[in-house]
Nanobody, 122 residues
Framework: QVQLVESGGGSVQAGGSLRLSCAASGYTTRRYCMGWFRQAPGKEREGVAAIDSDGSPIYVHSVKGRFTISRDSAKHTQYLQMNSLKPEDTAMYYC????????????????WGQGTQVTVSS
């Protein structure tokens, strides 16, 4: 079974940076999509970024120019570099993966991590 484990969350001041990591195990192929989603209390889960097996990224508009998604397919690991963090970025961040789709729609992803909390103070 595929298992995803996130790390790198924490508390930072506005303008600070964090790098989230997600290690995947249980895959027999490197041809899959990996992505990051976030959910704040009282809000819907939102797609933040995704990257396909060719390394092509997509981002939600609110993080363009601030966040960068990358992957090391050989290690089955993805990263989210988060710069210029804002209080509105505060949320639980989830790593996700899928063998078929690569979108920012949570319903397209079959495999999920447990989440890592990101808190940005002003």
């Amino acid at each position: 079974q595929v298992q995803l484990v996130e790390s790198g969350g924490g508390s930072v001041q506005a303008g600070g940076s964090l790098r989230l990591s997600c290690a995947a195990s249980g895959y027999t192929t490197r041809r899959y999509c990996m992505g990051w989603f976030r959910q704040a209390p009282g809000k819907e889960r939102e797609g933040v970024a995704a990257i396909d097996s060719d390394g092509s990224p997509i981002y939600v508009h609110s993080v363009k120019g601030r966040f960068t998604i990358s992957r090391d397919s050989a290690k089955h690991t993805q990263y989210l570099q988060m710069n210029s963090l804002k209080p509105e970025d505060t949320a639980m961040y989830y790593c996700a993966a899928d063998l078929r789709f690569c979108t920012l729609a949570p319903g397209d992803f079959n495999y999920w991590g447990q989440g890592t909390q990101v808190t940005v103070s002003s």
